[in-house]
């Protein structure tokens, strides 16, 4: 099997047979050798260096429902906040003063003109605040083709906006079945992105209940047929207060949902080498170096939140959120950390 593993990712195309193959691995020994080879190929790609992007999460307030999210509409519990132009603009301008290269500004879904003219203002301001130095990643779910051409005439240059699943079956048991949460839609969304002139970024959840290996092999040819220019994905993470938590009995353990995140990254680096891959925060959670690891399994760009501390209390995706009580400060001072680390010497 070792021998076989080896030869496998030497190859410059995996069939689905030998990705499900690879994702099956369970010995240490095998993984590791996964890992160093997404590693060697990052490093020859991409150099060691480490790309930090500002997260701001701009506001949890959300008209969609997905069965896995904490802060969906559907739950009353949550305690809806929005950032001012104000309040975002300086995050913004921190991660600037941070020598932060880019910032990556999330929120739940609304499709409203007033959210599309905020955004749109937000990012004129944003760009003239720190002389056209940062670039701008927009994570602000599906919206229509002519929201995304305004966003990307503002400055907008990359949009993230996950699959969740490319299985069409399993998108459907993580998500009501309805019109607002339809999987041809979220497609086309994609296809939307790329025609507005975003470079395009996806991802999934990896380990959702009834989710098996043959659909995390198929949502990495998903990437690879699309064409994705980045990937932000982690392991799938319970919220109590949400309909998936019923399931919860069907979960693979918190170990292997982190080893198969890392895993899947793994995989994608040796699939595409060229494009950038997040070590998720969510791996976090389940490993206080999941990030450092999540590295040396190929990722090349990690997250930093600049949300600041009274609000991204309330971004609630998932139970146990990492640094949900660590102010910018700390959260910035770890992640240059890790950035600075010399993962060439083992980390
Ligand atoms: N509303 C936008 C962006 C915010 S949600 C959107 O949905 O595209 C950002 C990401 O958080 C989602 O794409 C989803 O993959 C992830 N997420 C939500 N709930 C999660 C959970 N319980 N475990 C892990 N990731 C989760
Ligand atoms: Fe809203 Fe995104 Fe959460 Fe779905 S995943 S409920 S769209 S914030």
Known sequence: MTSEIKKIIEKPELSRDEIIMLLSVDSEAESQLIFEKAFAIKNHIHGSKIYLRGLIELTNKCLKNCYYCGIRSGNKNATRYELSEKEALQ?????????????????????SEVFASKIERLLQQIHHKTNNELSVTLSCGEQTLDTYKRWVVAGAHRYLLRIESSNETLYYKIHPNDQMHDFQTRLQALHDLRTAGFLVGTGVMIGLPEQTIAHLADD??????????????????????????????????ESTRFQKSLLMIAILRIMMPHINIAASTALETLNPLGRQKGILAGANVIMPNVTP???????????????????????????????????????
């Open 220 to 253: 990495l040819l998903f990437f690879k047929n699309f064409g994705v220019d980045m990937v932000g994905m982690g392991p799938y993470l319970e919220h109590h207060e949400t309909p998936l938590f019923e399931k919860n009995h069907l979960l693979w353990s």
């Open 309 to 347: 501390l009274e609000k991204k209390i309330n971004y609630d995706l998932y139970d146990k959120k990492p640094h949900l009580y660590n102010d910018t400060e700390k959260i910035v001072q770890a992640a240059k950390q890790i950035r600075d680390t010399n993962f060439l010497n083992g980390g």
């Open 91 to 111: 995050a913004a301008v921190l991660a600037w003063e941070q020598g932060f290269g880019s910032i990556v500004i999330q929120s739940g879904e609304l499709k």
